[in-house]
Every structure is written in structure tokens, then in C-alpha cells.
């Protein structure tokens, strides 16, 4: 047993998989067994593995300029080129960036972003921020806090109450609807209680409103048609600002450039980019920002003398040039377009499933999925704890292929961008296996 603290891990389990190489969308572990990649790693190996391109820019920059910091305004080319290329592919006006490492410090800067912004334009107690039920907006204090999954919570004493954050419905139709109701009297219901909540704090004491288009970690949520044009209607009358992590969603997974797309989410002010800007390749992250937002930063950082927020790897040079190059290939060589084609045929064979005994509901969009197993087909009643997921999971792995158990009892679909239909096959065959073995685990 080795001296690492694991990651999001069962400290009594640990060490459970060495996987010691990786190529196209499949890894390999220390005895040479091979598992197709069925979540991208953490759903953000879009190039997959082993791309001799991402390779050797990663080795190009490293030669010619390993590190250069950010802070005083001090830049570098590649820096400046990856900046323009990607405000000029978000659906964000007037887009402003400022490079992080993480997923979660991107969204810590948005929070800080936020708060200098309405200090900024005289509105401090405009500061608290809803997010929702079951979300994942990562590890962090602020952005654990926005998470709305319980074990990041629990024995962390978190969420942090000085944050301000408020909670409102996740947008599970499987699991939130009440007896009898449409998806879109659901829809009406939730969108209620949130303007409930707005009426119930003073919506002068909200600042924005975070979510993922399609959730990733708490179950591969696909809310329902209608529900984000609803939700920025009650933004905009109550003047709050959409903030949206597209942390899993950006770069084509969900079979357009971003979740915003798929989900006609019109012109976020805010939005939380990371794992597929580099494919994994090197930790970048990017908070994103409305022009006029960054405006009005401008003159307090001035009477402050600076605008005191940055990391050390704020802009990383061997970072940037991997995610601008990751930027280029998903461009030339039609990238999202192809993900928009294999998700379509994904989403056929996952929905295969929904005749299994097993097998609740089948969720997704593009190139990610989620295949719940429910204890109780007709009633959707779960099975209790995560061992049934925990089971389901394990028997992929044996079948030679990796994904997560999710939520409790879902296991979550999301391979690099890269694959092939037969890939999908291969996924979908081993899928079968993996339910067949479960279902005789449960009875
Ligand atoms: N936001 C979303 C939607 C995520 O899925 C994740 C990670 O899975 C994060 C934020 C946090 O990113 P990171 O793990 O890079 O800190």
C-alpha cells in the first residue's frame, strides 16, 4: 500500500486499479489488460490517449518556454492565442478569460469574480448564489459549497454559510416528478419554487444562478424541454446572472460545441471551462465572463493597485499550447460533428437497455449517458447505498472496460470524442454483460 491519500475514495479500500498506459481510447493496466475508456477518464480524454500531436506540442513548448507567470501583466503569445480562439467560440458576449488549473478554482474565481464585480458596481449585498440539489461544481471550499451532492458536505462542515448559498430543485423528472405530473407541469413546479426562493431572500441579494446544461457527476441530468427557457426568464426579470459549468459539457460532448447549445441556454454572463479545453492533456481551466462584467472591474483594481486574485499557473505556457492545440484539431478535423454523429447512435444502443429488469431510466445527450438500475421498475423506487452501482461497475471493469457508478446506482457513459461505432458496439456489449451479472447479484 502506497503513502497516497485517494482522491474521492473509500479510505478503507484504496488501491484498486494500476493502469499504467493508455492509447486511442483504451488504457491498459500493470498486467496488460486492456479496458475501453467508457468515462474518458474523468469524462475529459476527448482525444483520448497517446496523441502524437498533443505530444509533441506539449514537448515543443516545454523546449521553448517550460514557465512564465501571468501576475503584473506579464504574457506570452501562446497565452494570448488561446485566449482569443476560445472567447471567440463561447456563446458569451464580449468574452473576457482568466486561466486557471481546475475545474474547481474556476469556479472559486467566478465566486470572487462575482463579488468584485458587484462591489464594484455598489451592490455588495448582491452576493449569494443559487445552485442546485445533487449539482457538482467541484472540491474546493467555495465550489464545494455550490456542489449539492451530500458526501462532499459531510464531515467537511460544509457548505461554507458565508457563501451564501441557496438551493433550489434538481431537474429530475424520473425522480421529482409527483404522482401524475407532466414533464412540463414538473417544469412549472420547480421554476415556482424558484422564483419562491428569489421572492423569499430579494432577488437584490442574488447574484447569479449556477448550473451544469446536463449534469455529469450526480447522474448525467438532462432537464426536461422548456426548463432553462423558463429558468432565464425568472433570471432576467429578477436581474440574475446565468452561470454555466460547462466543466463536463464544453468542447462537443454533449453533440454541439456546448451544453448552452444543446440546451438553448441564450448568452450565459458566466461559464466554468476545464477538462476537454486540453483533453486532459495538462490541467487548464477557464472562468470565463461577459465583457461588462470585466469593464467594471477595471477601475476598483486600479484604486487597489491590483486585482488580487491569480495562481501561479494562471496561463501555464505548456498548458495553453496543449489546449490550443486541442482547440485546432477539434476544428480541422470536425471533431463535435463527428461526437454529434456517434452520440446519436450512443443514445440508440444505451436506450436499448430500457427494456432490462434492471434498468429505471436511460438518460443523456450526445456523448454522454447514464443507465439507472432501479430495484423497482415500475415504481423507479432505487436500490439502498451505491452497492448495486458499486457491483455493476466492477463487472465492466472485469469485462474490460472502465466507467463510474454515479448517483448511488447509475453508471455513467462518456468515451473520448474519438471513438468509432464499433467502439460503441464494444461498450454496449460489455454493458449487457455487466447488467445481466448484476441482476443476478440482486436476486
Ligand atoms: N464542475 C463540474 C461540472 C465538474 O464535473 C467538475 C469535475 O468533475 C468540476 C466542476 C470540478 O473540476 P475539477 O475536478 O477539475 O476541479
Not at 66 to 80: E, P
Not at 101 to 124: C, E, Q
Not at 155 to 164: T, Y
Not at 421 to 437: P, S, T, Y
Amino acid at each position: 500500500m502506497s503513502n497516497i491519500i485517494y482522491p474521492t475514495t473509500n479510505l478503507k479500500v484504496t488501491e484498486t486499479l494500476t493502469i499504467e498506459r493508455g492509447d486511442g481510447a483504451y488504457v491498459y493496466d500493470s498486467e496488460g489488460n486492456q479496458y475501453l475508456e467508457g468515462l474518458a477518464g474523468l469524462w475529459c480524454t476527448s482525444l483520448g490517449y497517446n496523441n502524437r500531436e498533443l505530444i509533441d506540442t506539449t514537448a515543443e513548448q516545454m523546449g521553448k518556454l517550460s514557465y512564465s507567470h501571468m501576475f503584473g501583466g506579464k504574457t506570452h503569445q501562446v497565452g494570448i492565442d488561446l485566449s482569443e480562439k476560445l472567447t471567440a467560440m463561447v456563446p458569451v458576449e464580449n468574452a473576457k478569460v482568466f486561466f486557471g488549473n481546475s475545474g474547481s478554482d474556476a469556479n472559486d474565481t467566478h465566486v470572487k469574480m462575482l463579488r468584485y464585480y458587484f462591489n464594484a458596481i455598489g451592490k455588495p449585498e448582491k452576493f449569494k448564489i443559487i445552485a442546485r440539489e445533487r449539482s457538482y461544481h467541484g472540491v474546493t471550499v467555495a465550489s464545494a459549497s455550490l456542489t449539492g451532492l451530500p458526501p462532499n458536505h459531510t464531515n467537511f462542515d460544509l457548505p461554507f454559510n458565508a457563501l451564501g448559498v441557496l438551493r433550489t430543485d434538481a431537474p429530475h423528472y424520473f425522480h421529482g416528478a409527483l404522482p401524475g405530473e407532466t414533464e412540463e407541469q414538473f417544469v412549472d413546479r420547480i421554476v415556482n419554487n424558484l422564483e419562491q426562493l428569489i421572492l423569499k431572500e430579494g432577488a437584490d441579494t442574488i447574484a447569479a444562478f449556477i448550473a451544469e446544461p446536463i449534469t455529469g457527476a450526480s447522474g448525467v441530468i438532462v432537464p426536461p424541454k422548456g426548463y432553462y427557457q423558463k429558468v432565464q426568464a425568472i433570471l432576467n426579470k429578477y436581474d440574475i446572472l446565468f452561470w454555466a459549468d460547462e466543466v463536463i459539457t464544453g468542447f462537443g460532448r454533449t453533440g454541439n460545441d456546448f451544453g448552452c447549445t444543446t440546451m438553448g441556454i441564450e448568452s450565459p454572463a458566466l461559464m466554468t471551462l476545464a477538462k476537454q479545453l486540453s483533453s486532459a492533456y495538462m490541467p487548464i481551466s477557464a472562468s470565463v465572463i461577459r465583457g461588462d462584467i470585466y469593464e467594471a472591474m477595471i477601475e476598483p483594481s486600479a484604486k487597489v493597485g491590483v486585482f488580487g486574485h491569480g495562481y501561479t499557473y494562471s496561463g501555464h505556457p505548456v498548458a495553453a499550447a496543449v489546449a490550443l492545440k486541442t482547440l485546432e484539431i477539434y476544428e480541422r478535423d470536425n471533431i463535435f460533428g463527428h461526437a454529434a454523429t456517434l452520440g446519436e447512435y450512443m443514445q440508440k444502443r444505451l436506450h436499448e437497455f430500457e427494456d432490462h429488469p434492471l434498468v429505471g431510466e436511460v438518460r443523456g445527450e450526445g456523448m454522454i449517458g447514464a443507465v439507472e438500475m432501479v430495484s423497482d421498475k415500475r415504481s423507479g423506487a432505487g436500490f439502498e447505498g451505491g452497492a448495486v452501482g458499486t457491483f455493476a461497475m466492477q463487472s465492466c471493469q472485469k469485462h474490460g472496460m472502465i466507467t463510474r457508478a454515479v448517483a448511488g446506482n447509475s453508471l455513467a457513459f462518456c468515451p473520448p470524442l474519438i471513438v468509432t461505432e464499433a467502439q460503441v458496439d464494444e461498450m454496449i456489449e460489455k454493458l449487457g454483460k455487466a447488467l445481466d451479472e448484476t441482476l443476478d447479484f440482486v436476486t
